[in-house]
């Protein structure tokens, strides 16, 4: 096979970054974007934070308390709840200026694809550094969001290199370098490998990807599993040979319909909630697709609209569980509904693929 040239771009500090873009003035202050559950004041996860707040300890994943109190001594520190339409918004347009520079684009999630550029760049890595400069000039002109690149021959060592100088990095890693970049990583960097696998590896004094070389493929094999066992004899090597596959930028699908008549009662709107439900789970799972986040939406009597939406714990793709939270969202916002409501929609969103590379992720 010739060799390619891939980019793996992902955006910095995303949910962050969109906020900063929409308020300059945070730019100097550490930002901290919240998923607050309904359990009241400061209950709920960091999602993420700018690298101000990260000096902090403040990073995705933590409670929010922890955030506030690792924060302490800043003042300034500004704590936001998540805003996911805005974000999509954003992560639309920079993707849009990305996909004109591939050859093939993939669509991965809000904060990053894939794009094979080895036509339009002859194979040459100068090019490929030259155009990701373009792309980072243009998403920085038009939009004002910074990202990191990775350029490789391949998916895999792109997606470690595009998280190798953040934020605002290009580190490119053509054929010939390929092991000199890779050896001195941690083994923690190959994606699919988490705490409990280093942990594993660090037992048998294996610490870096040089270190993993040792083994060979029969008892890596042995110890995780004949796909596994291939994956990680692979990856050390910097081996991948999967496609960039042409994806649409989907970040959520939805549904609308307009009623046959203007309501407010549960029972009416309930019925079509869950014919809704069942239309969006059909697409979702021809795309095969799971989803994260569920929505409903209502625009009113008078055309205004009204949107209701909650994160799940773990992706899903099951019907039931669609049609359960969605019925759920319907009666916490007809609680205190004054206008009746002219159409109704359902929506899924935080899109994550159901097999392919995130087989390997779910193993470990
Ligand atoms: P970075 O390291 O500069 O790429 O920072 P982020 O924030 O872009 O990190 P990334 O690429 O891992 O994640 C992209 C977005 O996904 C991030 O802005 C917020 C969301 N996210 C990441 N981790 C979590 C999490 O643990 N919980 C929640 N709710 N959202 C998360
Ligand atoms: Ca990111
Ligand atoms: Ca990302």
Known sequence: METRIVFHIDFD????????????????????????????????????????????????????IFAKKRLEERKDAVFLP??????????EKAMKIMKNSADVFEYVGKDEAYLDVTKRVEGNFEKASHLAQQI???????IKLSCSIGISPNKLI???????????????VPPDRIDEFLEPL??????????????????????????????????????????????IYNAVRGIDNEPVKEREDRT????????????????????????????????????NRMFKSIGIHFVQSDLSSKSKSRMLRNPTSNLEELEKNADQLLKVALENQTLTIRRLGVKVAELSEVQGQSDITNYF
């Open 13 to 64: 500090y995303f949910y962050a970054q969109c906020e900063e873009i929409r308020s300059p003035d945070l730019r100097s202050k550490p930002v901290c974007v919240c998923v607050f559950s309904d359990r009241g004041k400061d209950t709920g996860a960091i999602a993420t934070a700018n690298y101000i707040a990260r000096k902090y300890g403040a990073k995705s994943g933590i409670p929010i």
């Open 82 to 91: 998540v805003d996911f339409d805005y974000y999509i918004e954003i992560s």
């Open 136 to 142: 980072k000039n243009s998403i920085r002109d038009e």
């Open 158 to 172: 792109s997606k470690i290199a595009s998280d190798f100088k953040k934020p605002d990095g290009l580190t490119v």
């Open 186 to 231: 941690k083994i923690r960097t190959i994606p699919g490998i988490g705490k409990k696998t280093e942990e594993r590896f660090s037992e048998m004094n294996l610490e870096t990807i040089q270190d993993l070389k040792k083994l060979d493929v029969f008892s890596l094999n042995k110890e995780f599993g004949r796909k596994s066992g291939t994956y």
């Open 252 to 287: 959520q699908y939805s549904k609308i319909v307009t009623l046959k008549k203007d309501s407010k009662e549960y029972q009416f709107l309930s019925v079509n909630l869950i014919k809704l439900c069942k239309e969006v789970h059909n697409v979702v799972m021809k795309n």
